[in-house]
């Protein structure tokens, strides 16, 4: 009968040797290793754009300015979210503004940073402004 059962199902398995599970966890490791080392390669490409709000100033309930700096590889565009904000903390403007891929002797750091103005216009007086965000173009 157990042979009949065998020729149906298959010979009993054998156990995992220890061998083949250290083999299977260094593998393991290898590979875990690669995959972080690929995806922080391709982290480190992804275009950064950073950026610092530098002053503000708002004398008129429909109009603010908002003076910034943005860093970013000059040959690249970019687009920064600059919102206008109230004593409360709400959004009162908000704009969103085109950065030019710049040339090397344009701003600062061979073109990487350049000073940037922009008019917002509001709803009401806004008492301070700055850069929401930005993002690599394209």
Known sequence: ?????A?????QKRPVT???KITLIISGVVVACGLAALLNVNVS?????????VSFSAND???AEVDFQVSKDRTHEAVCA???????????????VD??????????????TTQQRVSIRTESLAVSGVVD??????
Do not use: H
């Open 18 to 20: 220890r061998k083949t």
């Open 61 to 63: 309930p429909s109009f």
């Open 1 to 5: 009968m157990k042979s009949s059962l």
């Open 99 to 112: 950065i030019p891929a710049n040339a090397a002797d344009f701003g600062a750091e061979n073109g990487r």
């Open 7 to 11: 020729n149906r199902y298959g010979g």
């Open 82 to 96: 600059v919102k206008a904000l109230d004593n409360q903390f709400a959004v009162v403007g908000w704009k969103y």
């Open 133 to 138: 965000s930005c993002w690599s173009k394209g």
């Open 45 to 53: 490409n992804v275009d950064s754009v950073n950026f610092n709000t």
